[in-house]
C-alpha cells in the first residue's frame, strides 16, 4: 500500500514537499510517480522516477519548480514543490508501476491522495 501525505494549504510562491511512503518493498524495477487531480478535470501526470537508476521525467508545467527523489533506505519518495501557483491546487497521489510511462492506467497501485491548495 502507498501513502501520501505533506498537503497543505499554502500561498502562491511557497513550497511543499510531499511523501509518499510503501508497506512493502519497493523493487528496483518499479516506477514510483506523482499525479494530481483538480476538481472537474483528468488525473494528470506530475513527475515520475525509475527506482533503480533515480532517472526522472517531469511534466511541462512543473519542469524546474518541482523535484522528485527517493530514499530506497527508508523505501520513501518525495516531491518538494517550489513556487507554487494556484493551478498546482489539486489532491495529489502517487503510484507505482513498471513502465516508463505518464499514462495513470500504466499504474497498478496507488495510494490516498493528499490535498494541496495554492492561494492566490
Known amino acids: 500500500q502507498l501513502q501520501a501525505s505533506g498537503g497543505g494549504l499554502v500561498q502562491a510562491g511557497s513550497s511543499l514537499r510531499l511523501s509518499c511512503s510503501g508497506s512493502?518493498?519497493?523493487?528496483?524495477?518499479?516506477?514510483m510517480a506523482w499525479f494530481r487531480q483538480a476538481p472537474g478535470k483528468e488525473r494528470e501526470f506530475v513527475a515520475l522516477?525509475?527506482?533503480?537508476?533515480?532517472?526522472?521525467l517531469y511534466a511541462d508545467s512543473v519542469k524546474g519548480r518541482f523535484t522528485i527523489s527517493k530514499d530506497g533506505a527508508q523505501n520513501m519518495m518525495s516531491l518538494q514543490m517550489s513556487n507554487l501557483e494556484p493551478e498546482d491546487t489539486a489532491v495529489y497521489y502517487c503510484?507505482?508501476?513498471?513502465?516508463?510511462?505518464?499514462?495513470?492506467?500504466?499504474?497498478?497501485?496507488w495510494g490516498k491522495g493528499t490535498q494541496v491548495t495554492v492561494s492566490s
Open positions: 503510484a507505482r508501476g513498471i513502465q516508463w510511462s505518464s499514462q495513470p492506467a500504466d499504474y497498478n497501485y
Open positions: 512493502g518493498r519497493i523493487y528496483s524495477s518499479a516506477v
Open positions: 522516477i525509475r527506482w533503480s537508476t533515480s532517472r526522472t
